[in-house]
């Protein structure tokens, strides 16, 4: 490894850097010696901001190339000047030997750079081939794309009805639509931003199966994530990026999981600590008896029969790919939507299903739910309008007062304010800055913050760490680990497996609006939570066989 | 030259501020373009529009008449914009109260005492905020597009306020003319300095209006709820807000407000129930409300400088004999301007020119 | 008589067809532009004025047409490229359209002004029955009707109406792929401006032949009205056009009619006649703008399909990443 874990390299080493790398992928590699794409010394900078700091990387000819770094690191950045989105400051981008400058996306497809995108960028309400040809250049998109689009699809095997409707297909489908859309304009590159993160770990095999493919095939792949277990076993090189900068390139099977990410991070994060629970004998906070739920849109997944008791101490995390109920879940127990039957959810022993969202609070109940602007918090108001947000019913005897006319009494929430930034350790530009000017991680940790400052005994948390940096999401995660261990019943929902593996003290899993039953984290292993969601369903008690067929991912 | 938006990560407050003061100045120097276009001079155009009106003790008191309403109406529609409501049907809700307030000078002449005023004021209020209800309720229990419902029901209560004044409600005395009996002294809102001018107590209304809708607003947590609701409909669902409450509470707000400053209008400036009571006041309102930026205070001096164009009007009419119809130029161009100054809050503004792609900041 | 109706109706329902025809593709690019009362006043203006200045009504068309573009690219700027909220940017839009109308129409008020002529198409004018009606109107008559067949094989049947369904349905997806949400955004704007500065020419030029203030008496909002009644849909467009056209010149026809006329009328017609006559004419003149409102209420109500059918961006700002 040529990198160093922290302080900053030098512009000119960094060059040098990509130059030796270079070389080392012609002798590795085998193939020709002009790299398939070199990036050299590439500055963009946002106002303020420098997003990539003389960043250079090579990548060789069927090369498997990974971009590793942290949510902020440039990642992003990098791949849209790479894509054309953007355009760079200044540097260069040589491709098969010559320089070029990608001015749009259409031009990057033309010289045959491909791109899949962690948000998808499919059209809803549009055919699975009307979104395939929207992306083909004119010349390409001549004849029966739908017929074409079938037969690649199979080749490959990723099967998918070209007539289909995007919004009727589940994540997993979703991502083999960008795949095929991409290998339709046959690019020589391919970048993949992230794309495990929405698979279970049987889809996500499977996709490594084409990703080698389509290397055998001597193209290049471009791959973006921060998952080091799969950068290890896929890749050939990787560059690391951090704030900006590249801060080391090495081949990742020779490094360790834990020396990547003191790369990636560039101090050590703190290790989390979890004594076992001893839930014996105590009671269930959050009971859900039988809740279900018919889909409220088109788009929406339907509950049916989830059963859970969370217990006073306890974590429980609930696993399963985007798109499986989840955000229904959140609703539905949140109280954001209300049920009849007031038994069906249980909070402390007392009826709550047909209770509104602050009549559960109330109880003792806490929410935190996956987006964090303009759900969790309202990105044009202060961190103090957030704070009363989630809380001026539970505390409406702190912070609101004259009784019926309800005057907001502005100092007393500044000062639980700065108290929850204080303890979560909130950076922040200013006393009370907008909600939407602090980082994804500090506006979480605020957001979580808001509501451990009450003492809940109960929280449900949706996607706790979803694109926080690593630091942040190390803290967010010890929070919960001690609220449970201090006797509250903490729920969470994540599509992070290995944050669920790491926090929980039993696991359930989503799939298609079903929950599995509860697997003790001594029993649980990666395969055995992967069958789960990808909806195999051994021994649990449900009513009867979700339908496979619609979201299997084993090809 | 290109122009791109870059977000700013906090919003700008000298913007916030300053936005509707650069809105105004743009649309002077526009003004003075229209003017020197229609071969008059730019400045005794401005002059007589924006100035000589605050000249003279009698004028300074149609300005309070003209404001009145459009500060009482804008007060009201900050409330439903703030809160991502749309009524643009105030002109209707206006007609809806002066009908249902005059209802007791014209049913019930002998009516008359020192209950009759208040009577007639909380019956107007009461007719705003029903007519209001209408397009609130179409769309909290069949989504249906407020903006196209209240609107269409402006053109219905125009229509039947010329039914009723022409039909049931004509004066027996009149002529034949439309509209109704004058109002007696005891259904008449006084002047405030009676020897002076004839500006009423519709105004005092207005500024009290603007006020209490300003505490509501910024100090108290229904208010805060207006706000988050209209800022991120999804958060207010997770502060435990009801979106539907919203949409009735803003629009029968602002329909009353709307309903009020109609039976002011009625029963302080024109004394009878006429076919037309309004030069668009539920309209420029809405002018004024942006001007304002969607606060109550703002609403007040937004709502002065808008009457200051209808005054002005009819100065340049009379001296320069500039089309009264130039207000309505104004005004629309002064909505025009606000909206572009105010993306300056959210955005920094840069200038890209094609060839080097070099861009600077502004 | 009823021909005379039917006639009549088509000349009502054209200029609804031709603004709402044009607010489609503007929606379907996912803008909301209720400046449309705006920009077809602006045409009924410069229809008005440049015809009877000239002398030739197809000129004035012309000129309409092309005040109704520019005018929309007012709208265009602040909502494209400024990312001003659409709701109040449309409504200043048609606040300084009737303001703006009104000041340049001022000295043309109780002129008479030119008409556009009838195309009588040879030989189909003379068939029975529908020849008159089909054949025998006023050529913004056929070009609505061509307009929404266009707009239709525009629309599903190529690349680039499928380029702005697909920013309608996504913006920034489109944006990823590459594709230019602006420039197609405000040629969508342009074309419904144009559209709708014919629309306004229809009312001082085919309708009516004078300038009144404010003449367009809200058939901007109705045509905004009938686009989500259509639910985004050029056929649908069509269907309701005529049936608010029917609205409209039924309730007129009402008006106007004599009850001494109909005295030869057998007696529970003459009856029903005279209930009809009984109702004040400023309720049966308010007809169009009610059944606006039940047409609105019966559509949004069903909100499955109202989801599926509405562009997904619609009124949405849309600012590309930095």
């Not at chain 1, 990509?18 to 990036?39: C, I, N, R």
């Not at chain 2, 769309?139 to 209560?157: C, D, G, H």
């Not at chain 2, 509209?179 to 002047?191: M, N, Q, V, Y």
């Amino acid at each position: 490894m040529r990198g160093e874990p922290a302080g900053d390299i030098p512009v000119q080493h960094s060059g040098n850097m990509a130059e030796t790398g270079l070389d080392g992928a012609g002798k590795t590699g085998g193939g020709s010696a002009t790299p398939m794409l070199e990036v050299r010394d590439i500055v963009k900078t946002f106002g303020p901001l420098t997003a990539n700091d003389h960043v250079s990387l090579a990548i060789g000819e069927g090369e498997i190339h990974a971009l590793l770094g942290e949510n902020g690191a440039g990642k992003s950045t990098l791949v849209k000047m790479l894509y054309g989105s953007l355009q760079p400051d200044s540097g260069d981008i040589v491709w098969r030997g010559e320089k070029v400058s990608i001015t749009s996306p259409s031009q990057a497809r033309r010289i045959g750079i491909g791109m899949v995108f962690q948000h998808f960028s499919l059209f809803e309400s549009l055919s699975v081939a009307d979104n395939i040809l929207l992306s083909l250049e004119p010349d390409l998109a001549k004849g029966n794309i739908a017929e074409k689009a079938r037969q690649l699809s199979e080749d490959y095997g990723l099967p998918l009805n070209p007539h289909s409707i995007i919004g009727d297909l589940s994540v997993g489908e979703r991502q083999r639509v960008e795949i095929v859309r991409c290998l339709l304009q046959n690019p020589d590159l391919i970048i993949l931003d992230e794309p495990t993160s929405v698979l279970t770990p049987q889809e996500a095999d499977n996709l490594f199966v084409t990703l080698e493919r389509l290397k055998s095939e001597g193209k290049s792949i471009l791959y973006i994530s921060h998952r080091l277990e799969e950068v290890k076993r896929l890749c050939d090189r990787a560059t690391i990026l951090r704030h900006g900068k590249v801060v080391g390139e090495c081949d990742p099977r020779q490094e360790t999981a834990a020396s990547l990410a003191s790369l990636m991070v560039g101090s050590s994060v703190d290790e989390i600590r979890k004594e076992a629970a001893d839930t014996s004998g105590k009671e269930a906070l959050l009971t859900l008896n039988g809740i279900d739920l018919p889909a409220s849109s088109p788009f929406a997944v339907a509950l049916s029969g989830i059963t859970l008791d969370v217990r006073a101490g306890e974590v429980i995390g609930v696993a399963g790919v985007a798109g499986n109920g989840q955000s229904e879940f959140f609703r539905v127990v949140s109280g954001e939507e209300t049920l009849r039957d007031a038994n069906a959810i249980l909070i402390r022993g007392q009826p709550a299903a047909n209770l509104g969202i602050n009549q559960r609070r109330r109880m003792g109940a806490a929410f935190v739910p996956e987006e964090r602007l303009g759900h969790g918090a309202v990105p044009e108001m202060p961190l103090t309008g957030n704070l009363l947000l989630s809380r001026h019913s539970s505390d409406r005897a702190a912070f609101v007062g004259l009784g019926p006319i309800g005057l907001v009494r502005t100092d007393i929430i500044r000062d639980a304010s700065a108290r929850v930034s204080e303890e979560m350790d909130v950076r922040k530009s200013g006393a009370d800055p907008d909600a939407g000017s602090l980082s994804g991680g500090n506006l979480q940790k605020f957001i979580m913050g808001r509501e451990l400052d009450r003492q809940p005994s109960v929280i449900v948390v949706n996607q706790p760490t979803w694109g926080v940096d690593a630091g942040a999401a190390a803290r967010i995660r010890q929070a919960l680990i001690d609220l449970a261990r201090s006797g509250s019943a903490v729920l969470v929902i994540s599509q992070d497996l290995d944050e669920i593996f790491e926090i929980s003290d039993s696991i359930v899993v989503m799939h298609d609006g079903y929950m599995s039953a509860r697997v003790p984290i001594s029993e649980a292993t990666y395969e055995k939570i992967g069958l789960l969601m990808g909806g195999a369903n051994p021994g649990h008690e449900m009513p009867e066989m979700p339908d496979t067929a619609h979201h299997g991912g084993v090809a | 030259m290109r122009i791109e938006l870059v977000k700013r990560s906090q919003h700008s407050t000298f913007f916030a501020l300053a936005s509707p003061f650069i809105a105004f100045a743009l649309t002077l120097i526009a003004g003075a373009i229209l003017f020197a276009a229609i071969g008059k001079s730019p400045l005794t155009g401005l002059y007589l529009y924006f100035v000589e009106p605050l000249t003279q003790l009698w004028s300074v008191h149609e300005l309070a008449v003209k404001a009145g309403p459009l500060i009482m109406i804008a007060v009201g529609l900050s409330v439903c914009y703030r809160s991502n409501n749309w009524n643009i049907g105030a002109e209707g809700q206006f007609i809806a109260g002066a009908i249902l307030g005059s209802a007791i000078p014209i049913l019930m002449p002998g009516f008359q005492n020192f209950l009759t005023l208040p009577l007639m004021l909380l019956l107007a209020m009461a007719g705003g905020a029903l007519y209001a209800g209408i397009p609130a309720y179409l769309k909290a229990r069949f989504n249906a597009n407020e903006i196209l419902t209240s609107l269409m029901l402006v053109y219905v209560a125009q229509l039947f306020l010329d039914w009723l004044v022409r039909g049931p409600w004509r004066n027996p005395q009149g002529y034949s003319f439309p509209g109704s009996i004058r109002f007696p002294d005891a259904a008449t809102l006084p002047e405030i300095f009676p020897s002076q001018g004839a500006a009423h107590y519709g105004f005092v209304l207005a500024l009290i209006a603007a006020i209490a809708v300003w505490f509501f607003l910024s100090r108290t947590l229904k208010g805060f709820e207006v706000r988050v609701l209209g800022a991120s409909p999804r958060a207010g669902r997770f502060a435990g807000f009801s979106t539907k409450g919203m949409i009735f509470l803003s629009f029968m707000l602002s329909g009353a407000l709307a309903g009020l400053a109609g039976i002011a209008e009625v029963s302080g400036a024109i004394g009878q129930l006429r076919e037309v009571i309004s030069p668009g006041y539920g309209f420029t309102a809405i002018i004024v409300a942006f001007l304002g930026r969607l606060n109550p205070l703002g609403a007040i001096v937004a709502g002065l400088l808008l009457a200051l164009t209808y005054l002005g009007g009819e100065a340049a009419q009379i001296s320069l004999g500039i089309s009264d119809k130039v207000v309505r130029v104004f005004q629309g161009m002064l909505l025009f301007f606000v909206l572009a100054c105010d993306t300056l809050i959210h955005y920094r503004v840069r200038f890209v020119t094609a060839i080097s792609g070099e861009a600077r900041n502004a | 008589m009823l021909e005379n109706i039917l006639l009549t109706i088509a000349t009502a329902a054209t200029p609804l067809l031709l603004a709402a025809i044009g607010e489609l593709v503007v929606e379907r690019s996912g803008v909301l532009n209720l400046g449309v009362e705006g920009i077809m006043i602006m045409g009924a203006v410069t229809g008005f004025a440049v015809s009877l200045s000239t002398g030739n009504p197809w000129l004035g068309l012309i000129a309409a047409t092309i005040a109704g573009a520019l005018f929309s690219q007012l709208f265009a700027f602040l909502v494209i490229t400024i990312a001003t909220n659409q709701v109040a940017t449309g409504l200043s839009l048609t606040l300084l359209g009737i303001g703006l109308s009104g000041m340049i129409g001022e000295s043309f008020v109780g002129q008479p002004g030119v008409k556009l002529p009838t195309l009588d198409i040879p030989i189909l004018s003379d068939l029975p029955v529908v020849g008159k009606l089909l054949f025998a109107q006023d050529p913004l008559f056929y070009l609505s009707i061509v307009l929404v067949f266009a707009v239709m094989w525009f629309l599903f049947r190529t690349r680039t109406g499928l380029t702005l369904r697909s920013i309608g349905d996504n913006h920034t997806s489109a944006h990823a792929l590459g594709i230019s949400v602006h420039k197609y955004r405000y040629f969508a704007v342009m074309f419904g401006g144009a559209c709708g500065g014919m629309a306004g020419a229809h009312l001082t030029l085919v309708y009516t032949s004078q300038w009144i203030e404010n003449m367009s008496a809200g058939r901007g909002w109705i045509a905004l009205a009938l686009v989500v009644f259509a639910s985004w849909r050029p056929l649908r467009v069509l269907l309701g056009a005529y049936l608010f056209g029917a609205i409209t010149i039924v309730q007129l026809h009402i008006q106007a009619t004599n009850l001494r006329d109909l005295e030869s009328l057998p007696a529970p017609l003459y009856w029903l006649a005279e209930i009809v006559k009984s109702i004040p004419s400023q309720f049966l003149s308010s007809l169009p703008y009610l059944a606006t409102i039940l047409v609105l209420v019966i559509i949004s109500s069903n909100r499955r399909l109202t989801l599926i059918n509405t562009p997904a961006s619609l009124g949405r700002p849309f600012v590309p990443d930095r």
